[in-house]
Every structure is written in C-alpha cells, then in structure tokens.
C-alpha cells in the first residue's frame, strides 16, 4: 500500500511491521481535514441518548468521580469550568463524517476495529494515568492536550476509584497534541492525558475480547445449536455395595455422552462470524420511515446505489457472510459483489445484480443499510 499521511508518511505495512502492538507513535500532522467540529454542544445532546455510551469523569479536590449517560441536560448546566471530561463511544454510529473517518483506519481488519470515540475536556480535564488493553489512536480535535507516556508494567490503581488510575505514574515522554496531531498507543501502554485548552480527543480503538469472554460466548454459541439425542440408559447396571456413590459406569457412559460436543474451525469461524457483528446491547436498527416496495427499492438502487448504515457490520469468511449477528441469505455466484460490499459499505447502481436484491431489500426493512440517494450526506 501507498504511505498514508495518516501514519506519519509510513505504509500500513511498515506501521504494523515497526508499531503495532509494539511502541507509541507521534504523529505531527496526521489528519487534515477531521470536517465540522463535534462541538460540546452536540456531544453533550448525544450523551443525554439512550442508544449512546457516555460518561463523565471528574477530579474533585483529589478525588475521582464517575459518573454514567444518559444524562440530564441540568447535569451539564452544573459543570465547573475545569477538571472534567465528558467521553462517548461510537460516535461514528451517528455521525456520516465520524464514520468515515474511523474507516480511514481499514488498513486493521475491520474484525479489530471497534469504534471512536470522542472525549471533550476543557483545562485540567482528564481521565487519570491509566492504560488499556487495546490499541488506541489518539487524535486531537481543536484546543490542546497534554500527554504523557510510560512504559511501566505495573498494575497498581488506586483503591476505592471508580476508574482505574494508576497510583504511581513515571513519566517517560511527554508530547502536547495540537489539532490535528495524532498518537499511537500499543495495548497497556500507561498514559496520562490531560487539556491545556478546551478540545476534543478522538480515539479510534480496537476489539481486544478477553479470552473467557471469548470462551464463554463461544459456550452460549454451542449450546444454542447443540442437538444431541438419546437418554441415559445403563441396561447392564450392577447392584453397588454403596448406593451414594456414582458409579465409575455413570462416569465412563457421561464421559462418551459430552463428546458428542464437538467443534471444528468452521465451528469457530461461524462463531466468530456472528459474534463479531453482534451489535453492542444500546444499538438498535431503524427501519424505513416510509418503506419501499421491492420495485420502488431495486429504482432506488438503480439511481444510486446502496450504503451500509453506520451501525451495521458486515465479515466475511469462505463464502459466509455475517451481519449484525446474523448470516445473510447469499448465492455463491454473488460472493464477489457481498465482498465488495462488505470491504467498501457500499454498492454503486452498476454493480448490484438481479440475485442478490432479495437478500438487499430484506436487509432495508430491517435497517440495515439504505439507499444511497436516500442518506443525507
Ligand atoms: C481521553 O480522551 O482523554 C482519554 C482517552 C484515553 O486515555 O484512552
Ligand atoms: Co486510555
């Protein structure tokens, strides 16, 4: 791939090669043109939503508070003039030119991609040192931030915060984020970010699921499509001097029983398919205010085309397509234009064929992508 100014003049190879997952990253520069201001504003009338993620964080008088969204509109009226930040996840569900630059980053499968989100602060706001377990861009919008990196490995937070603050931060590298400038962060990276002007930071972040989450959703995957016949039945069973015990024969039959459960990589290829576009419990899909019939719909997309929404997903693997937790109905011979879809999130009127405008207008109904000319832009 070409060099990105996005990753400081580098290639998306030579980023993950030197960077990912690896050491921070400054970049000078890095976006030009974020478009219209997410201003406080508006960020705030997002955070009184219920089908937005949002909280706010406060030092006061050296003690952290949290405190979750939604929230009311006087909570925001009360706010001093200093030390506070309001943060909301996955902005780029409500906003087109949030979404699209969140997908700028599509040189990360978008299997990792999670979401970005935008905190606004005004001076002395910040959310404590700390570190995650995910990637993290930091973007800074407007104003200034200041930021400080570590590279300890301790894990030791202060005790009775409701936010994770590590109690003894060493400041390795400090950099002051101007609009603009950018900083890559690996996971567990400790990071001490805090506003010198009022101003916004993007953080473009990444999935990084725990493995007993990863393990228990694949259990609730298995047992929703276990089917496994018979009862147990011991036609040979022996008289037992102690009746209390269970019997080494219980055990041995139990034993063949339960492998019966079984999996494979397709197993964890469907799993991952669907988990990984299961939308996130707030998000809900609007259906068509003044919903087309199927003639009207395959007119619309003949003049423009179709566009994922904001909140939906598509993956793809070995010919299966998964879409906000479900897999979409697809002939084989469209697997091509699905990808396409899929990688792009969008359809101009050329490609889309006859076959797959079955699959497309059930997919409309339920909201889950539109028709191009309809979007506003
Ligand atoms: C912030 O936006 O100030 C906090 C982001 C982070 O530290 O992950
Ligand atoms: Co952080």
Redesign the pocket.
């Known amino acids: 791939m070409k060099p990105l100014t996005l990753l400081g003049g580098l290639t998306p190879e030579q980023f993950l090669q030197d960077y990912w997952h690896k050491k921070p990253f400054l970049i000078r520069g890095a976006v030009s043109d974020v478009g219209p201001h997410v201003d406080f504003k508006w960020l705030s009338e997002l955070a009184m939503r219920e089908d937005a993620e949002s909280r706010l964080i406060e030092n006061r008088n050296g003690r952290w508070h949290l405190e979750r969204g939604p929230f009311r509109p006087a909570r925001f009226r009360k706010l001093g003039e200093t030390d506070w930040?309001i943060?909301v996840q996955g902005v780029n569900q409500h906003l087109p030119h949030i979404d699209e630059l969140l997908w700028r980053f599509n040189f990360i499968p978008y299997a990792r991609l999670d979401d970005l989100?935008i905190?606004y602060?005004p001076p002395g706001?910040?959310?404590g040192p700390?570190f995650?377990a995910y990637d993290?861009f930091?973007l800074q919008v407007g104003g200034k931030?200041r930021w400080q990196i570590s590279s300890q490995n301790d894990d030791d937070f202060i005790e009775d915060a409701p936010i994770r603050v590590l109690k003894d931060f060493r400041v390795e590298e400090e950099y002051v984020l101007e609009h603009g400038d950018m900083l890559y962060l690996p996971p567990k990276c400790a990071?001490y970010?805090v506003?010198l002007e009022p101003g916004m930071?993007y953080?473009i972040g990444f999935r990084a699921p725990p493995v007993q989450e990863l393990a228990t959703q694949f259990l609730v995957y298995l047992q929703d499509r276990l089917c496994l016949d018979g009862v147990y039945a011991d036609p040979d069973l022996k008289l037992q001097n102690d009746p209390a015990r269970i019997g080494d024969e219980m055990i041995d039959k139990v034993t063949d029983m339960l492998k019966g459960i079984s999996w494979d990589r397709d197993t964890v290829s469907d799993f991952l398919g669907h988990y990984l576009t299961e939308p996130k419990p707030h998000v809900f899909y609007d259906a068509p205010d003044d919903e087309l019939d199927e003639e009207e719909f395959a007119e619309a997309l003949a003049e423009g085309g179709v566009v994922l929404d904001l909140k939906s997903l598509i993956l793809f693997r070995d010919g299966m397509f998964y879409c906000n937790g479900e897999i979409l109905e697809t002939e084989p011979d469209d697997v091509a234009l699905w990808q396409q879809f899929a990688n792009t999130r969008k359809l101009s009127s050329g490609d889309i064929s006859a076959s797959i405008l079955g699959t497309l207008y059930d997919g409309y109904t339920a909201g889950y992508w539109h028709p191009a000319k309809s979007v506003a832009k």
């Open positions: 930040t943060l989100m905190s602060a706001g910040t959310v700390h995650d993290v930091l931030k990071h970010g506003a930071t953080s």
